[in-house]
């Protein structure tokens, strides 16, 4: 998603978006509490910086509120924690066992967390994420096939990375694509969705209406989609400018 651009402010980073809007839009999103502008396209970056100086305190009370909550939901890996694997909800069973650490789906509803007696929450949750890496590189890789041929492009590599405010991020030059470790908890549906949008940049490199018509063509449903993804934003407000 390569027309967007990086403030700072302070300590405070910002992701600003330029779209075809009328005012500026303020999000603080869960869960890290990052900062996202949607800014009117002509708006110059000095009259945003402004803006979001005088919003600050209410940027900095919203990042204290996720803080908050994050504190509560903080995962230790242990027996009876919920975590999400594509889309949906499992309960984590602990299981130590002096063998190669693994984790495997049980039942319906259950994800198994094998590691070593005295393993630490260090351990158990890089064994966790190596796990969410490999299924999601897994599923990822069939639909990179799919959609290159559906398309008709041709990514020249592609990669996963655990990454701050975006889900996806084409280099439009290079014909590069990443992929975010955090869509391993989101459907496979809304995975295909940043495909298809990463792989569409190879050819047209801005948000254009050439971009959209592009889009809606291989994927019709694809608002749906975003909204899917993005529907944990919980704090915002719109202000004129
Ligand atoms: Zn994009």
Redesign the pocket.
Known sequence: ????SYLQLGTVEALVVRKPVKNLHLSVLPPNGWVRVTAPESMKDDAIRTLLALRLPWIKKQQVKFACQERQTQRDYLTGESHYFFGKQYRLKLVYKDEVPAVFLKGKNKIVLQVRPGSSVAKRQQVMVDWYRKALHKVVADLMVKWQKKIGVEAKCWGIKQMKTRW?T?NHKQARILINLELAKKPIACIEYVIV??LI?IVEKN?NDN?TALLTGHMPKWKSLKEELNRFILSHEEWKH
């Open positions: 998603m390569n027309t967007n996806g084409c949008h990463e940049h948000h971009f």
